[in-house]
């Protein structure tokens, strides 16, 4: 298996303008997360799906930040409207079930002007 | 919320030496992940520890779940300087929520040829 993907590996934009992160999990696995990793925060989680479903969200920041899972084998993040502070690597993971290991995927470097 | 104390939070080392570093929490979980993530990449499992007083090794690396169960250990044995990285620990079960983990806030690891 190729693992999680994501893309773009690094996107840079300007503040105000839309960002949308893609993520495909690991085949077979039913569970996806989003992370966020910063130097002062570390690894914070903003929301996971089960079976596409939109779990817990309780790490997501603000109203500007949305995720959605249309289908098994695909997730986006998205920010609007993007913010400096937003500034950030985005991790996405996948597991098999709820308390089988975490396999994370390469990362998002965002970085917004 | 949770809080899981992880150190040190760096170490130089000679190329050889042997390398230890712990995670304690204030609650008790069921499940401890050990991950390395490299300049740029993802954090990538190496090792998953499901049972107190576990010793699992993978390799030069030796993990422990603590008999409490609110700590664990890392040992890496004989260090090279691939084993340069960040290195996070993460808790999982009892007091959160499903499939969230709790992640350190990690060692930096540097090894001097």
């Known amino acids: 298996d190729a693992g999680v993907i994501q893309s773009p590996r690094h996107e840079v934009t300007e503040m105000g303008q839309e960002v949308t992160l893609r993520c495909k999990p690991i085949?077979?696995?039913?569970?996806l997360f989003w992370y966020r990793q910063t130097m002062m925060r570390g690894l914070e989680l903003l929301i996971y799906?089960?079976?596409?479903?939109?779990?817990?969200d309780s790490g997501m920041p603000e109203d500007r930040f949305s995720a959605k899972m249309p289908n098994a084998s695909f997730s986006t993040l998205k920010i609007q409207p993007s913010e400096p502070r937003d500034s950030a690597v985005y991790f996405c993971?996948?597991?098999?079930?709820?308390?089988?290991?975490?396999?994370f995927g390469p990362g998002t470097r965002l970085t917004v002007l | 919320g949770q809080q899981l104390n992880q150190s040190p939070q760096s170490m130089f080392i000679q190329e050889g030496e042997d390398v230890s570093m712990n995670c304690t929490s204030s609650s008790i979980f069921n499940t401890w992940l050990w991950y390395k993530q490299d300049p740029g990449e993802g954090p990538v499992l190496l090792i998953a520890?499901?049972?107190?007083?576990e010793l699992t090794s993978n390799g030069r690396l030796t993990a422990q779940f603590g008999i409490t169960r609110k700590d664990s250990f890392l040992n890496i044995s004989a260090s090279i300087p691939s084993d340069v990285g960040i290195y996070f620990c993460?808790?999982?079960?009892?007091?959160?929520?499903?499939?969230?983990?709790?992640f350190g806030e990690g060692t930096q690891l540097t090894v001097n040829p």
């Open positions: 993460a808790g999982q079960g009892e007091e959160t929520s499903g499939s969230r983990l709790t």
């Open positions: 520890l499901y049972k107190a007083g």
């Open positions: 799906f089960n079976n596409n479903v939109p779990i817990d």
């Open positions: 085949s077979g696995h039913d569970y």
């Open positions: 993971a996948s597991s098999l079930s709820s308390y089988n290991e975490q396999f």
